[in-house]
Nanobody
Framework: QVQLVESGGGLVQAGGSLRLSCAASRSIFSFNYMGWYRQAPGKQRELVAGITGGGSTNYADSVKGRFTIYRDNAKSTMYLQMDSLKFADTAVYYC??????????????WGQGTQVTVSS
């Protein structure tokens, strides 16, 4: 089973930037969708940004123009560049991948989460 390891979270002042990384423990053949989600205390987990196997991206309205999702296939890593951070962006961020192994087996995996805290 592939494991996703996240990194890059931390404490940042409002207006600052962070880049989150999500690295797969093994190479995968292809993927349907990769996404970044977040969950703030007392709130449901929500989709922040996603990218399809074809390269199309989508963003939550609250982060459009500030966050950028991209991937490095050679490194089996997905990134979330977060700029102009706001206090409201404070949450635990999770990555998710729905993809296929070289065997053709489908999988869906989640990262362990990384805390992002934005001070106002």
């Amino acid at each position: 089973q592939v494991q996703l390891v996240e990194s890059g979270g931390g404490l940042v002042q409002a207006g600052g930037s962070l880049r989150l990384s999500c690295a797969a423990s093994r190479s995968i053949f292809s993927f349907n969708y990769m996404g970044w989600y977040r969950q703030a205390p007392g709130k449901q987990r929500e989709l922040v940004a996603g990218i399809t196997g074809g390269g199309s991206t989508n963003y939550a309205d609250s982060v459009k123009g500030r966050f950028t999702i991209y991937r490095d296939n050679a490194k089996s890593t997905m990134y979330l560049q977060m700029d102009s951070l706001k206090f409201a962006d404070t949450a635990v961020y999770y990555c998710n991948v729905d993809g296929y192994y070289y065997s053709g087996l489908n999988f869906n995996a989640w990262g362990q989460g990384t805390q992002v805290t934005v001070s106002s």
